[in-house]
């Protein structure tokens, strides 16, 4: 569904009309915003398959630290293999990172480890590579990829669209005060409800994600 499908779709649940755009008064203004609070809260619950791709990012042997394009800090790691070598890339946390590369003298060599060190001006993360690549490897970093706040009419969600408005409209309804029959509280609960009836369906796509074996 796009953006202004989302915020029709909760408009009609609080009876109120619908509109050409999201921006075209000041009550669908707020409604947009409860629908991007509303998709960041649903996005954030769950490792969504549809939020699943992979930065690739290519090596040189200058450096040992790269962004993540287009991140913009907002990602969680799965997993990174060396897509050069096929091999996968073990994690390190920054204290053993810092003294692989502040103490000890470094090698240089095939990228074996990463480690994530901050955010460049651009807002992305950015990661530390050891040793330090001796030439030009391409590294997969396989990522759940969190979306930013809509702004357009025609911006997509990929997720579930049913908790997404099923709760921006029980925000909405809170604001009001009232919606003529449903309460605020029970519409949470029916968010809650959604939410967990499409987090079971997806984590279907993932069993090795949700079955512990001994």
Same mark, same amino acid.
């Given at each position: ?34 629908? !991007?609070?509303?998709? #960041? $809260?649903?996005?954030?619950?769950? =490792?969504?398959?549809? *939020? ?21 800090n907002n ?66 970093? !396989?990522?759940?990829? #969190? $979306?930013?706040?809509?702004?357009? =009419?025609?911006?997509? *969600? ?6 997404v408005i ?17 309460s605020a ?30």
């Amino acid at each position: 569904m796009t953006y202004l499908q989302l915020v029709n779709s909760v408009l009609r649940r609080l009876r109120e009309d619908e509109v050409t755009t999201v921006g075209q008064n000041a009550y669908s203004k707020l409604i947009g915003e409860f629908v !991007n609070d509303a998709k #960041r $809260t649903v996005e954030d619950a769950y =490792d969504w398959t549809a *939020l699943r791709t992979t930065i690739t990012v290519t090596t040189s042997d200058t450096s040992y630290n790269y962004p993540l394009t287009g991140s913009q800090n907002n990602t969680k790691l799965l997993f990174v293999n060396n897509a050069t070598q096929k091999t996968q890339m073990q994690y390190r946390g920054a204290s053993w990172m810092n003294n692989a590369y502040l103490i000890d003298t470094p090698p240089t060599g095939v990228p074996q480890f990463y480690s994530i060190k901050g955010v460049d001006t651009n807002g992305d993360t950015t990661v530390d590579v050891y040793p330090k690549p001796n030439g030009v490897y391409n590294l997969d970093f !396989n990522v759940v990829q #969190r $979306t930013a706040d809509f702004t357009e =009419d025609a911006a997509s *969600l990929v997720i579930p669209s049913s908790p997404v408005i099923q709760l921006a409209t029980g925000l909405g309804a809170r604001e009001r005060g009232e919606t003529g029959g449903t309460s605020a509280a029970e519409m949470f609960a029916l968010a809650d409800n959604t939410l967990a009836d499409a987090i079971a369906i997806d984590a279907a796509q993932h069993p090795e994600e949700t079955i512990w074996y001994s």
